[in-house]
C-alpha cells in the first residue's frame, strides 16, 4: 500500500559529503561527472534546464538524457542546434520515458515529481539502465516522501550539497 502524506514536509537534512564548491546541485553533480569520468547521464525532471545546460555546457564531451512533461520550458530550436546529438529530450511521464533509453548510463539524476508513488516509479523505471547504483542521484531528499522513496526502494544514501542525494550501495 502506497504511504500518504498529508502536506509537504521538509526535513533539515545535514551535507554529509565535503564539497568545497558551491553550495548548488548543479556544481555537485559537475564534480561527480568530473570525478567518475561520467560520459552519458539522464535527468529526470529537467523543469527549466538550468542543471542539465550547465553540465552540457562544463563537459563537453557529455551526452545528457532530458526528461520532462514539458520539454517547451527549456528547449527549441537554438537548444537542439547547440547541443546536437550530445542532448536527447524525451517529453512525457517521466517513468514511462525510460523505456525510450537504449543504452547504460553513468548517471540518473531523478528531480520530477515528488511524490512517494512518483519516485518509487521513476527510481525502478531508470536504475536498471545505469552501469553501475553509484550513479543514481536525486534532489530534495529533505522532503520525507522522497526519502521515503530511496530507503523503500532498497537504497542507502549520502546528501550532498543542496539536497541531492547519492546512493552508496
Known sequence: ?????????????????????LNRREHFI??????????????????????????????????????DKDISQFYNEEIREKYGDRLVVLEGWSAEQAQNIHEQVDFVFIDASHTYKNVV????????????????????????PVQDAVKDCGYEYLVGPDN?????T
Not at 541531492?164 to 552508496?168: D, F, I, S
Request: charged share 25%.
Open 1 to 21: 500500500m502506497a504511504k500518504k502524506y498529508s502536506t509537504k514536509i521538509d526535513l533539515d537534512c545535514k551535507c554529509e559529503i565535503d564539497f568545497p564548491g
Open 30 to 67: 559537475d564534480s561527480l561527472v568530473k570525478k567518475n569520468n561520467w560520459s552519458v547521464g539522464i535527468e529526470v525532471g529537467s523543469r527549466i534546464g538550468r542543471t542539465l545546460f550547465y553540465l552540457l555546457n562544463q563537459n563537453p564531451k557529455l551526452k545528457m538524457y532530458s526528461v
Open 121 to 144: 516509479k521513476d527510481i525502478k523505471a531508470y536504475a536498471p539502465l545505469l552501469k553501475t547504483t553509484k550513479g543514481l542521484l536525486g534532489h530534495d531528499i529533505n522532503m520525507l
Open 164 to 168: 541531492v542525494w547519492l546512493t552508496n
